[in-house]
């Protein structure tokens, strides 16, 4: 069975530039989770989507982080602009349902903003 | 008060011995608990369950105290692969359908030949 697939795998950008993160679950997962994991700490949930809906986004930063999940399977995440605190691991997991709480997470996409 | 706590180590133990790593959470009606391994620069990956009768995976050990809120996972015989940063994982949301579930800053461990 195929993992969780992301990419691009690492990012490097300039302050108040955009950029765009995308994630393919496992195939048959109903339930889509990103994460951001800054250096030192545990993943942070940023975004939880249930098929293609939103079912928790509290952490989500709205002014500048956006995603979507069109269809019910891959999704992006998008930030625009960037600050430099925004450097870190986003971690993209997928569990099949969302009363099961295994989470398999994707290798992540590590980013840079200078 | 975080939502849950962990002693971030390092823990550097000896090849063989037993290690034990403790992690309290602040919602006391948080219902399930996990242990996630992380790699360096990989991604988490579940360890194991822990159920309130506690449980055991081989080597590995983890028990659930309620009452003082705490969670434990005990390695015992460690190998040079233990090494790796251990997140204790709380569901500090309701079961059936509205989980949400928080990490630890995690624990690095080193076992040292």
């Known amino acids: 069975e195929a993992g969780v697939a992301q990419s691009p795998r690492y990012k490097i950008i300039e302050k108040r530039q955009s950029v765009a993160f995308w994630c393919n679950p496992i195939?048959?997962?109903?339930?889509l989770y990103w994460y951001q994991q800054i250096l030192g700490q545990g993943p942070k949930l940023l975004i939880q989507f249930q098929n293609n809906g939103v079912v928790d986004d509290s952490q989500l930063p709205k002014d500048r982080f956006s995603a979507e999940r069109l269809k019910g399977v891959d999704s992006t995440l998008k930030i625009q602009p960037a600050k430099l605190e925004d450097s870190a691991v986003y971690l993209c997991?997928?569990?099949?349902?969302?009363?099961?709480?295994?989470?398999?997470f994707g290798p992540g996409t590590r980013l840079l903003v200078l | 008060r975080k939502e849950v706590e962990q002693d971030p180590g390092p823990f550097n133990v000896p090849e063989g011995a037993t290690v034990a790593f403790n992690c309290t959470y602040s919602n006391s009606a948080s219902q399930s608990f996990f242990w996630y391994r992380q790699d360096c620069r990989k991604e988490p990956k579940l360890l194991m369950s822990v159920y309130s009768s506690g449980n055991e995976d081989g080597r590995f050990t983890a028990q659930l105290n309620r009452a003082s809120q705490y969670i434990s996972l005990l390695i015992r015989d460690s190998k040079l692969s233990d090494s790796a940063t251990y997140l204790c994982v709380v569901n500090i949301g309701s079961n059936f359908g509205n989980e949400k579930l928080t990490f630890g800053t995690g624990t690095r461990l080193t076992i040292i030949p």
């Open positions: 195939s048959g997962h109903a339930t």
């Open positions: 997991a997928s569990s099949r349902l969302r009363g099961q709480e295994t989470q398999y």
